[in-house]
């Protein structure tokens, strides 16, 4: 069976209807991206799928062209709308999503090639785009395939980063494109702004180890990555807050929508201490995703010499951030603490949740494998003020925030009433 085109479908667009490009890379996931097909046209978006010749070895242009707006294509040449569909489809994007992208699709773009129709729209449109990759998980962790994703990046890119799950060949691991229904929501945030069930509020979250001075070049800090905070702010953002992040560290390149959020820089708890409680009128939300000192020196103001042997130094206890913002806070804000704990976890847990008088603690045993610092994955309990606790089992820093974020929002709407 061959698809006969409608006439000039594309080339007379009658619908105000979002216009998503809908591109298909040559991976096995290519698959899942006849769902994500089906769920934008659900959503009433106009989609125009644009598939790679390898592509359509893994699933063929008929079902894409079913159940699309138009015709799927997959050459510059020949089309019988218009003599130059890149252009054409470049332009009148509002959103460009490339699932799956795979490491050459990412390669061919991060070099600005357009040796394909996919390419060369890429290249010829100023529409955000979001790359939804997919591979095994020596691809995905290759220097190149990363390097080539951070300048995407930083050129504005969205890369939604895939899973950890099952691969093709029974392998499991890091690599597995995201499911269809989580990639059709951010393109509808991207088609139609970031809106959800934390739009109209401000949220300030900290992240990082905070660093205290011992002399003009060294410094006491801890082994945060900042990544959890980092991970807060992104969702946050796409649930549609107002996002202000007091920060150590500088990961602007490992997200995507967080060259929308206000970074602040601060390096000693002290610092963190004074932008945090400054900012607190204007917030309905603080996350404490940082790890602070709990103890600072005087610095010295010069380098100690090594020949003068092994400085004494004094420690004091630094203030307590969460506390100070509980003792402030007006009741419809909600002031959200982190624990990282290796012994005795619940106790300590329940005696920190009371000591604060935090709104949510996020309690995670630092010890177990694959959890807390330095880890792209984390395994928390959320315990509220009534002691409740909800455990959320091994996941992405990403997924977690999901959960969190989403007890801030209820607590918020609690408020409300
Ligand atoms: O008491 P502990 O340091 O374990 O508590 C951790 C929580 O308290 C975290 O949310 C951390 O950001 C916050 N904290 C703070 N000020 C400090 C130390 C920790 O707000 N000086």
């Not at 809908?22 to 125009?48: N, P, Q, T």
Request: glycine share 8%; net charge negative; aromatic share 4%.
């Amino acid at each position: 069976m061959t698809w006969t085109p409608s006439p000039m479908p594309s080339a007379t667009p009658s619908s105000s209807s979002p216009r998503i490009v809908l591109g298909v890379s040559g991976g096995i996931a290519a698959y899942k991206a006849v769902e994500l097909l089906r769920l934008l046209r659900d959503e009433g978006f106009f989609v125009s799928p644009v598939l790679t010749p390898d592509a359509t070895r893994f699933v063929g242009t008929v079902t894409f062209s079913a159940l699309a707006s138009e015709p799927a294509r997959t050459s510059l040449y020949g089309d019988p709308t218009t003599p130059i569909p890149h252009t054409y489809l470049g332009q009148h994007a509002d959103v460009i999503v490339v699932a799956p992208a795979t490491a050459h699709l990412i390669a061919r773009y991060a070099a600005g090639l357009a040796d394909d129709l996919l390419t060369a729209t890429l290249l010829a449109s100023r529409a955000p785009v979001l790359l939804c990759p997919a591979m095994h998980t020596e691809m995905w962790e290759q220097p190149s395939v990363q390097e080539n994703l951070a300048t995407l990046r930083r050129r504005g890119v969205l890369v939604l980063e895939p899973d950890v799950g099952a691969l093709a060949g029974g392998d499991v691991g890091p690599g597995r494109m995201r499911e269809p229904q989580e990639i059709a929501d951010l393109v509808k945030r991207l088609a139609h702004g970031f809106e959800g069930p934390l739009t109209g509020r401000r949220i300030l979250i900290t992240a990082g180890g905070t660093r205290e001075a011992i002399d003009p070049v060294r410094v006491i800090s801890n082994r945060s990555s900042g990544r959890q905070g980092y991970a807060l702010a992104e969702v946050a953002r796409r649930l549609g807050a107002t996002v202000t992040l007091v920060s150590t560290v500088n990961l602007a390149l490992a997200l995507d929508v967080v060259r929308d959020v206000d970074v602040v820089k601060v390096q000693s708890a002290s610092e963190m201490h004074d932008e945090v409680l400054s900012r607190l009128s204007d917030v309905d939300v603080v996350i404490m995703a940082a790890a602070v000192a709990d103890f600072t020196l005087r610095a010295s103001k010069v380098k100690l010499k090594k020949e003068q042997g092994p400085p004494e130094l004094r420690f004091e206890a630094t203030a307590d951030i969460v506390s100070d913002l509980v003792a402030k806070k007006s009741a419809r804000q909600v002031i959200v603490g982190f624990a990282a704990e290796t012994t005795n976890v619940e106790q300590n847990a329940l005696g920190k949740l009371r000591a604060k008088g935090v709104d949510l603690l996020v309690v995670n045993d630092v010890s177990a494998p694959g959890v807390g610092f330095e880890h792209g994955t984390n395994e928390v309990v959320i315990l509220d003020r009534d002691e409740h606790a909800y455990p959320v089992t091994l996941r992405s820093k990403e997924a977690i925030s999901y959960e969190i974020l989403a007890r801030v929002a209820s607590l918020l709407t609690q408020g409300d009433s």
